[in-house]
Each structure stands twice: as C-alpha cells, then as structure tokens.
C-alpha cells in the first residue's frame, strides 16, 4: 500500500508486552489479506537498563541512551513513526524525542485523550513505581481538567510484585489481589481505572478485565494502526467511536 506508513517498535521494555503490542496491532487491522496488515520493525533491547530503578534511584544506569540509539536503527531501516509499548519509558519522552526526528506516538498523551472523550473526572493509575513517581499520568491528567489518583504504597507494593514477580517471570499473578486494588480506588471515587503498565494489559487480556480497566496498550494499538494508514477494528464500543471522533478516518465500522 503506497499510502502505508512504516511502524517502528521500541520493544523489549518488557518483552512480554511487546509480543503483546504485536499481537494486538495484527489482530486489530481490517485485512483480508497478508498486504492490508502494517509493515512493522521491531527493536527489542532486552537489556535496556530498567527504567523504574533509575527513575527511583535504585540505578545508575540510565537507558535513555540505549532507547535514543535504537529508535536511530529503527529510523534508518525504514521506521516512519514510532511506537513505544512501555509507559515507565515515557518518562524519557522527550530526550528521545530530541534525538529523533521521526515522530513518536506518547501513550500517556493518547490514554489521557481517551479519558477526556469518555468524560471521566477521576481516574485511577496502576503503574510501576517509576511512573508514579515520576507523575507523568497526574500532570496529563490533571492538565485536562481530571482528578488523578494512586493506589496506598501497601498496594503499590502488590501492584509491583504482580508487574515484575509474576507478569515479567512468566508466572500466574494473584488476581483477587490486584482485584482489591482496584477496588479501593473505586470505593474512592475514581470511575474508570488506567491500566498504566503494559504488562497490566496482559490481566485484562488472560483475566477478562471488565470495562472498568482502560488499557493503555489497546489505545496506543488503535493510534498506531490508524496512524500506519491502516483500518481498526475490534475494539469495544468507546475506544472505536473514540478512534472515529479523534480524526482515525481508517475505521471499521
């Protein structure tokens, strides 16, 4: 397709998640054939120092360097725009960004843009520590007009074990306690809870969230798809009409 855009992935952030991402943008594009599908590039540094430890001090190794220098590859093999399934790496949003100049989908920007159009005025976040320490969710959100909240550090403990002892290690996650997480936020007041993480996004995949979970990949999947030149479909009922009112002219209806 002439009009196609090239998608590049900066994965391995986990890599769980990115196999996810993969998955979800093939899964949701309109094809009838190989040729409709987006032709994609993935870059899956492993490796990348962990974005939570430095953000929160535990490391001194920054892995925006790594990050900057693997969106350059993406670049020169032919990526036109790029996507980045880890929302604890968006808090280097901008030096990569610096270092680029092909343009970068923010799933931060995207997901907040999500809530405004459901008309939410609080939201929960779960997140990795590093993104909630690094308060990119809260300014966004806040900057909308919408009231931010995150689970008590008992919780963010739970939250974080489930993240890296379980989801990252391929393991089963204690579901009825991120269950209870979750609950505490409704019972105080937030609407709609973000799932922040995209390892999250496997709970609400392999666990059957209801649509009190907004997923942060599922919004970045049907940005890139559209923004590839290619037709979404498949998601629930808010986020295509959301996709439709947003200027995603690809849609399947």
Do not use: W
């Not at 009838?32 to 001194?60: K, M, V, W, Y």
């Not at 920054?62 to 990526?79: R, S």
């Amino acid at each position: 397709m002439e009009n196609r855009k090239v998608l590049g992935i900066l994965g391995g952030l986990g890599p769980m998640s990115s196999v996810y991402f993969y998955e979800m943008l093939t899964s949701h594009t309109y094809a009838e054939c190989d040729q409709e599908h987006i032709n994609i590039l993935i870059s899956s540094r492993a490796d990348t120092p962990d974005r939570t430890d430095f953000i929160t001090g535990r490391s001194r190794s920054n892995p925006l360097p790594t990050m900057a220098n693997e969106v350059d590859k993406l670049t020169a093999a032919g990526a036109q725009i790029i996507a980045i399934p880890c929302n604890t790496a968006h808090y280097f949003y901008d030096g990569i960004a610096k270092a680029t100049k092909t343009p970068i989908i923010n799933i931060i920007e995207e997901t907040v843009s999500f809530c405004k159009y459901l008309g939410l005025r609080k939201v929960g976040v779960l997140a990795t520590e590093g993104t909630v320490m690094s308060g990119a969710y809260r300014a966004v959100l806040e900057r909308e007009g919408i009231e931010y909240m995150t689970c008590s550090p008992d919780d963010q403990t739970i939250v974080s074990d489930i993240i890296y002892g379980s989801v990252k290690q391929g393991k089963e996650p204690d579901i009825d306690k991120f269950l209870a997480v979750a609950d505490n936020l409704t019972a105080h007041g937030c609407e709609r809870i973000i799932l922040g993480c995209t390892e999250l996004s496997l709970l609400k995949r392999n666990c059957r969230l209801g649509i009190r979970f907004i997923d942060s990949l599922e919004v970045l999947t049907a940005r890139a798809v559209s923004e590839c030149g290619a037709v979404v479909c498949g998601f629930d009922s808010e986020l295509m009409k959301f996709s439709k009112e947003k200027g995603m002219v690809n849609i399947c209806c």
